[in-house]
């Protein structure tokens, strides 16, 4: 008996979805004085409204679809920790400057997340939050662990010298017109411990917060044991090598600025609206970009560019999304390939 013909359905086959573009990655920097303002007392209050009104920028950008890795600055935590520290020295040992360092990365991190969290929930954008404490890896033979330059901590008059060679081993020198200060080595930043964690996590969607202060200085002895050192990583140059490590086709820097400019607060003064990375090259050198301000975030742009990088933009919070798309800001992009 022969089967019955099975009938044709009127219904059209389904093909296969095209697959949506990928999800770019951006690694967006927050100044450390974004959170504590100057002139202001730097109370907990203080740092939780300007850390929620420095995310409105970034909540834009996640709505947009945008992977997001958040780093920060912690100049003036950091300084606060040491302060507290000295205080105390009397009552309680002296905590090491990295663990100070992770210190910070958790109290702001947490202000970072917990700010988030209740934003992106008041949006309706479902994206979970995490912060990740970072170590970050340096060379113990790097140049600069014998050369300390970089200013931390409290003020001490002439009169403190003395106990503080006693009490300590720091270097202390003087900033001019300002007092004595501590001062540390700041060593280049080779890679991200964590990087492989937190672009598994980036990848899945969530929100990543890591590199807080430039990250927790760490090197590996010899039996590739991993032991702190009392330094401090710039913020920016931490950032270039975290979003190189996972591979972020964006790096963003948020400053004060809302762009970056020739001859600045000069009547010469002019906007750079887009350079390339030979340009920006040509101006560092013609001292541009000072190594107090602007200088290593253009170092850490051109780093993260000549890494594969597709797109580095300077501005301010408020002008993110708007620079993003080339209204604001300063671009910075490589050079065109012959």
């Known amino acids: 008996m022969t089967p019955p013909k099975k009938k044709k359905s009127s219904a059209k086959v ?47 950008l996640i709505r947009d679809g945008y992977n997001v890795i958040i780093t920060h600055g912690n100049g003036p935590q950091v300084g606060n920790y040491l302060i507290r520290d000295e205080a105390a020295s009397h009552l309680v040992p ?11 990365e958790g109290e702001m991190g947490y202000m970072i997340e917990q700010s988030l969290q209740n934003r992106l929930h008041k949006e309706g954008i479902d994206r979970k939050v995490v912060t990740i404490l970072t170590q970050v890896l340096v060379d113990e033979n790097d140049p600069a662990m014998e050369e300390p330059t970089k200013f931390v901590g409290p003020f001490f008059g002439e009169k403190d010298l003395p106990r503080m060679k006693v009490e300590t081993e720091w270097v202390i020198k003087e900033d001019p017109g300002r007092g004595y200060r501590r001062v540390v080595p700041s060593p280049i930043p080779l890679s991200v411990v964590e990087s ?17 202060g430039g990250g927790i200085p760490v090197y590996y002895m010899d039996d590739h ?10 913020k920016d140059r931490a950032s270039a090598v975290l979003a190189k490590g ?25 906007k750079i609206s887009k350079m390339t990375v030979s340009q920006a090259k040509e101006y560092h050198a013609q001292g541009h970009f000072p190594p107090g301000s602007m200088g290593p975030k253009v170092e850490a742009a051109i780093q993260f560019l000549e890494a594969r990088g597709e797109l ?18 300063t671009w910075i992009v490589p050079d065109k390939k012959n």
């Open 246 to 270: 996972i591979g972020a086709e964006i790096f963003v820097m948020l400053t004060p600025e809302e762009a970056v400019y020739l001859d600045y607060n000069s009547p010469n003064q002019k």
């Open 312 to 329: 580095v933009v300077i501005t301010s919070p408020e002008k993110v999304v708007s620079a993003l798309d080339g209204k604001a800001g």
């Open 196 to 212: 492989e964690v937190i672009k598994k996590l980036s990848s899945d969607g969530v929100i990543v917060i890591a590199c807080g």
């Open 14 to 60: 389904k093909r296969p979805s095209p697959k949506a573009p990928k999800q770019k990655t951006a690694v967006i920097a927050l100044g450390g004085n974004a959170i504590i303002k100057p002139g202001q007392e730097g109370t907990i209050a203080e740092q939780f409204a300007n850390t929620r009104e420095s995310l409105s920028g970034i909540v834009d």
């Open 94 to 104: 002296r905590v090491p400057l990295g663990v100070c360092v992770a210190g910070t």
């Open 225 to 234: 044991i991993l032991e702190g050192v009392d330094a401090v990583i710039d």
